[in-house]
């Protein structure tokens, strides 16, 4: 399920109605702390089962003063570059030092610097303060930036002081390029990351992951996916997180720079053309909607599975957990025998015969045609379809 990066689509808006039932019987994870609700909104309006679990947030502005050090070092070495990597960042560093009455002098010495930002959201924060810029990196990333910070020096930085903002995730080797290259590098961080109160709704998601019970999980920063591994190692299931991942619950990043744990990871996350939160819903929307709905024809009628909902003949099958696992992996086979022993390990680590001979009368007798779930002698049980 969890296939290659994906693009956005260019095809026409669905229409309101169809719009409200694109992710109907998906159920999605959200990581976010941030604009959540706008996230969670967006997709519950869609018809989405959302499960939020906040793994990240970020601390106030009077729980790191480190802020203030960091801006009268930046005001007292007038440096020659600036280097701004998000709109939230640049916003909250002015609001600091105009709190703490350095609102002024940080403008000033920002004016008489050479201004790089990091995509159009902080070229906006930094021109809506009165100031310009000199650069802009083209897929908003951090290393991109610097590329071209060391592009328009001729490749070294010797006797230049730079500052740059950091956004709550430190890229390393990007400030190691800097120092590298000679430059008297200063660092500041408007904000920084903490874990949220409710820990018990991380340790849910996760669980969540790992039993194959969302379709998707969403993330708009990579500090948040690195806690939530971080989180699974300390649960003892990190490995069945990331297996989970990899065969059955997809991942969705707002962008390259939050994708690229989980790329480290070995995952292949949705990825969407333009950097914003619109358009990783409209991603995770084209995705669910066009290529996670499932067909097979019956002769008791069509069969459509779409996320945690399974209809027949356009009625919804209600049944039991137990009932829809085994149907599930019916469908999921596509007509073909699913031997007895593989059908048992679904249901119990010891795979009792006994067991899933009561599950499977149960799952007989909740559909409308009993005679959906064929036994072949022997081997196990097939799903009746009709080949097309």
Known sequence: MNGAAAIMTTDAKPAPAELETALKGFRVGVTSHRRAEDLIEALERRGAEVLHAPVLTIAPVGQDLGVLEDTRRTIDARPDIC????????????EVADAAGLGEDLQEVLSASALYVRGPKARGAVRAAGLADVGISHDETTATLVDL????AGGRLDGKRVVIQLHGYTDGAQLDRLRAAGAELITVTPYRWVRPEGEDRLETLIAAVCAGELDVVTFTSAPAVDALFSAAHELGLHAQLVAAFRQRVATAAVGPVTAAPLEAAGLRPWVPERFRMGALIKLVTDNLSRRQVR???????????????????GEELCLAPAAMLLFRAL????????PREALARLLSQSGSSHALDMAVNRLRNALPSPDLVQTVVKRGYRLRVERI
Not at 331 to 338: C, K, M, P, Q, Y
């Open 149 to 152: 910070v060391l592009r328009d």
């Open 331 to 338: 469908f999921d086979a596509g007509g073909a025998v699913v």
């Open 83 to 94: 280097i701004v990597t998000t709109a939230y960042g640049m916003r909250r560093w002015l």
């Open 295 to 313: 067909r097979l024809e019956t002769p008791a009628g069509p069969i459509e599975l779409r996320g945690r909902t399974m209809t027949l003949a």
